[in-house]
């Protein structure tokens, strides 16, 4: 069922029922939490684990939405949870990023229990973690501050209530990371991929203007001075690059631009309208003037799966993964996997980034993934689609 879900239009202005078992998983990936900054690893790569709409609410004794018949019976946030242990152990990624309405607020009886709760998998692994708000974290016993607040104290993460370069800007939940090159390498102290995190807001707070929260002209001007600083370091020496390092954007609301697609031109599937702000704020043309963003990633509408490119940039959902949020019974839960990968140099060593692919794993019973496709490339084969089956991807 749509929770919430309203459809605005825009103006422009100037599973299968699995046992659940949770898993700890102990083992220690790449990346290393502390003072040493994150990097790609020895083999070249980067790999990021998105997890959109969780909705998690208060464990076992909320049940599942818009599952099979077959699945209702002992379905509930524990479902999810398995998933996210699912994704860990499969994939193995270098972090995950957590895309909002992390827990379903309403229904969460006690805010920072069910967001404990939710990112219990993460927190286990040990794998770094970040996560933005959605249009739901806020709605139990805790304000979007708080739970921002409440967000960064926990293991593993990499979450920022704000910049601290920043102050004034709207929002809770918006900050950058650098990924380094290889350790030894010439792009050693070179962010070689550039990840951004904002918050697209719930609700609108102008009376005259209805329907979501938007990207506002504060958090516009934070990201424009970041990109910047970013493409001016990447291209100075020492190891002085023509180009800019590439960029990645999660948030949780799509932009308007969304909208631009259909069949013929995106990978993936489209089953509902486009819930953006019902204004355009104008961040999309701020991030293709300023050249380094190649893909934005977001949630929110959870039975769409898409990845389109318009501009230069690709625009991309995750796909619904929580059991207690809104779904399409018999269409499984899911999550996208994003991977960066550097090329090989000629005299030995790694590089700067030369590909960026994504795809998507379904939960159910082979985990099964789908929907392969290059995003982004250094020869400019961006968007060409791997049309052959992923195979343990």
């Given at each position: 069922?749509?929770m919430?879900?309203?459809?605005?239009?825009?103006?422009?202005?100037?599973?299968?029922?699995?046992?659940?078992?949770?898993?700890?998983?102990?083992?220690?990936?790449?990346?290393?939490?502390?003072?040493q900054k994150?990097?790609?690893?020895?083999?070249?790569?980067?790999?990021?684990?998105?997890?959109?709409?969780?909705?998690?609410a208060?464990g076992k004794t909320?049940?599942?939405e818009?599952?099979l018949?077959?699945?209702?019976?002992?379905?509930?946030?524990?479902?999810?949870?398995?998933?996210?242990?699912?994704?860990?152990?499969?994939?193995?990624?270098?972090?995950?990023?957590f895309?909002?309405?992390?827990i379903?607020?309403?229904?969460?009886?006690?805010?920072?229990?069910?967001?404990?709760?939710?990112?219990?998998?993460?927190?286990?692994?040990?794998?770094?973690?970040?996560?933005?708000?959605?249009?739901?974290?806020?709605?139990?016993t805790?304000?979007r501050?708080?739970?921002?607040k409440?967000?960064v104290?926990?293991?593993?993460?990499?979450?920022?209530?704000?910049?601290?370069?920043?102050?004034?800007?709207?929002?809770?939940?918006?900050?950058?990371?650098?990924?380094g090159?290889?350790e030894?390498?010439?792009f050693?102290?070179k962010?070689?991929?550039?990840?951004?995190?904002?918050?697209?807001?719930?609700?609108?707070?102008?009376p005259?203007?209805g329907?979501?929260?938007?990207?506002?002209?504060?958090?516009?001007?934070?990201?424009?001075?970041?990109?910047?600083?970013?493409?001016?370091?990447?291209?100075?020496k020492?190891?002085?690059?023509?180009?800019p390092?590439p960029?990645l954007?999660?948030f949780?609301?799509?932009?308007?631009?969304?909208?631009?697609?259909?069949?013929?031109?995106?990978?993936?599937?489209?089953?509902?309208g486009?819930?953006?702000?019902?204004?355009?704020?104008?961040?999309f043309?701020?991030?293709?003037?300023?050249?380094?963003?190649?893909a934005?990633?977001?949630?929110?509408?959870?039975?769409?799966?898409?990845?389109g490119?318009?501009?230069?940039?690709?625009?991309c959902?995750?796909?619904?993964?929580?059991?207690?949020?809104?779904?399409?019974?018999g269409?499984?839960?899911?999550?996208?996997?994003?991977?960066?990968?550097?090329?090989?140099?000629?005299?030995?060593?790694?590089?700067?980034?030369?590909?960026?692919k994504?795809?998507k794993?379904?939960?159910?019973?082979?985990?099964?993934a789908?929907?392969g496709?290059?995003?982004?490339?250094?020869?400019?084969s961006?968007?060409?689609?791997r049309k052959?089956?992923?195979?343990?991807?």
């Amino acid at each position: 069922m749509m929770m919430n879900k309203r459809r605005p239009p825009v103006v422009f202005l100037p599973c299968v029922r699995v046992s659940v078992v949770v898993f700890l998983v102990l083992v220690c990936f790449k990346p290393i939490l502390g003072d040493q900054k994150l990097r790609f690893g020895r083999d070249g790569e980067f790999k990021i684990l998105q997890v959109a709409d969780m909705h998690y609410a208060d464990g076992k004794t909320t049940p599942c939405e818009d599952v099979l018949p077959t699945q209702v019976a002992g379905c509930s946030d524990l479902n999810t949870t398995a998933f996210v242990n699912r994704m860990i152990l499969a994939e193995k990624p270098d972090l995950i990023v957590f895309t909002g309405d992390n827990i379903f607020g309403f229904d969460a009886t006690d805010a920072a229990k069910s967001l404990n709760a939710a990112f219990a998998p993460a927190i286990a692994s040990n794998i770094p973690w970040v996560a933005v708000l959605g249009n739901h974290d806020q709605e139990s016993t805790l304000s979007r501050e708080g739970v921002m607040k409440h967000i960064v104290t926990l293991k593993n993460t990499l979450s920022q209530v704000n910049p601290p370069e920043a102050h004034i800007i709207d929002g809770f939940g918006n900050y950058n990371l650098e990924i380094g090159g290889v350790e030894g390498s010439s792009f050693k102290n070179k962010s070689v991929l550039n990840l951004y995190f904002l918050d697209s807001g719930d609700y609108s707070t102008v009376p005259a203007i209805g329907g979501y929260g938007w990207i506002k002209p504060s958090q516009q001007l934070w990201f424009e001075r970041t990109s910047a600083k970013l493409r001016r370091e990447y291209m100075s020496k020492p190891a002085a690059q023509k180009a800019p390092a590439p960029g990645l954007a999660y948030f949780h609301i799509p932009l308007p631009e969304f909208a631009s697609f259909d069949s013929s031109n995106f990978t993936g599937v489209k089953q509902e309208g486009i819930s953006s702000a019902s204004v355009n704020s104008g961040f999309f043309t701020t991030m293709v003037a300023a050249g380094d963003v190649k893909a934005v990633f977001t949630g929110h509408d959870h039975i769409n799966d898409f990845c389109g490119q318009l501009t230069g940039i690709q625009l991309c959902y995750a796909g619904g993964f929580g059991y207690h949020a809104y779904g399409k019974a018999g269409w499984e839960r899911r999550a996208r996997v994003v991977v960066a990968s550097l090329e090989k140099l000629e005299k030995g060593g790694w590089g700067a980034v030369k590909s960026i692919k994504t795809w998507k794993r379904l939960d159910d019973a082979h985990l099964t993934a789908v929907d392969g496709q290059v995003l982004w490339s250094k020869s400019s084969s961006a968007g060409v689609r791997r049309k052959k089956k992923i195979h343990g991807a």
